[in-house]
Structure formats: C-alpha cells, structure tokens
Nanobody
Framework: QVQLVESGGGLVQPGGSLRLSCTISGSIHGFTSMAWYRQAPGKQRDYVGVIDTIGGTHFADAVQGRFTISRDTVKNTMYLQMNNVNPGDTGIYYC?????????WGQGTQVTVSS
C-alpha cells in the first residue's frame, strides 16, 4: 500500500519562499508520475506541476518560473519549492503519485500567503 504524507506548509509573506515535502512509503516501482495539486477555499483542486520518471517537469501557467519540483530517490521524497509567492498561492497542497490510471493522494498541507 502506497502512502503519501505532505509537510512544510505554513504562513508565508508575499514574496517569500516555502518548500513542501511529500514523503512516500511503500513500493513506487512502476510509477508513471508524481504531481502537486492545490485547492483554494471554495474552489476545485487545481494542477500545480508534475515530475516524470526521468526528472522532467511541467507546471501550470500560474506558477511557471516561480515553483520547482524535485525528487530525492534515496529518501523517496518529492519537493515543491515555492518562490515569490503571492496570496493567490494560498490553499491546501496535495501530492499525488500515479501508476498509469491509479492515483494515490496525501492528506494535504495548508499554505497561507499573507502579510
């Protein structure tokens, strides 16, 4: 059974930085991608970015150039580095791992951008 646990959320000022972690337990053999999503209050869950099996990344337009995704294969952990954040980045951030059409999600971590 694959389990994901996000951490690193909190309160950050506009223009600041934050790094989220997603620690994955269980076998990830055969995974096809890992991704980050976020959900603002009262809104649907939105795609943030994805990293593939060889380290290639893609991001939503709203975070392109500000966010990066990386993986530590030894620690089985994925990271979301958030730079130059703005209030629009506020929300619950979820990590996801996909095995083709099968997805596993974490419980989410809250990020609040406010002065």
């Amino acid at each position: 059974q694959v389990q994901l646990v996000e951490s690193g959320g909190g309160l950050v000022q506009p223009g600041g930085s934050l790094r989220l972690s997603c620690t994955i337990s269980g076998s990830i053999h055969g995974f096809t991608s890992m991704a980050w999503y976020r959900q603002a209050p009262g809104k649907q869950r939105d795609y943030v970015g994805v990293i593939d099996t060889i380290g290639g990344t893609h991001f939503a337009d709203a975070v392109q150039g500000r966010f990066t995704i990386s993986r530590d294969t030894v620690k089985n952990t994925m990271y979301l580095q958030m730079n130059n954040v703005n209030p629009g980045d506020t929300g619950i951030y979820y990590c996801d791992i996909a095995f083709n059409s099968v997805h596993y999600w974490g419980q989410g971590t809250q990020v609040t951008v406010s002065s």
